[in-house]
Nanobody, 122 residues
C-alpha cells in the first residue's frame, strides 16, 4: 500500500506560478497528476515514468506545466506556470502499483492522494 500526500496548492492570480508536490510513503513507480473542477469529470494533466524519461501532458497544459520527480525522496512535482482561471480545480496525485511506465488513463492508477486545491483568479 502506498500513501500519497499532495501539497503546494493555493490561491493565485492569473499568470502566476505554483509548484505542487506529491510525497509517496514507499517506492513509487509510474506517477500521474489529474484534476477535477466543480461539476466536471476528473481529467488527466500529466504523467511521468519512474525513470523520468517518459512524460505525457494534456494539450491544455503543454508548454506551461512541467512534471518531474526525485526518486531519492519518493516525490513528484508539478511546476505550473502561466496559470489561467480554467486551471482552477482540485489536483490529485496518483501512482501505479509496481509498473514503471507512465499512462494517461485514470483506471490504470492504483493509489490516489487526497487532493490539493488550486484556485486561479482573473
Amino acid at each position: 500500500q502506498v500513501q500519497l500526500v499532495e501539497s503546494g496548492g493555493g490561491l493565485v492570480q492569473a499568470g502566476a506560478s505554483l509548484r505542487l508536490s506529491c510525497a509517496a510513503s514507499g517506492r513509487s513507480y509510474g506517477m500521474g497528476w489529474f484534476r477535477q473542477a466543480p461539476g466536471k469529470e476528473r481529467e488527466f494533466v500529466a504523467s511521468i515514468s519512474r525513470s523520468g524519461i517518459e512524460i505525457y501532458y494534456a494539450d491544455s497544459v503543454k508548454g506551461r506545466f512541467t512534471n518531474s520527480r526525485d526518486n531519492a525522496k519518493n516525490t513528484v512535482y508539478l511546476q505550473m506556470n502561466s496559470l489561467k482561471p480554467e486551471d482552477t480545480a482540485v489536483y490529485y496525485c496518483a501512482a501505479r502499483a509496481g509498473i514503471a511506465t507512465a499512462t494517461v488513463r485514470t483506471y490504470e492508477y492504483d493509489y490516489w492522494g487526497q487532493g490539493t486545491q488550486v484556485t486561479v483568479s482573473s
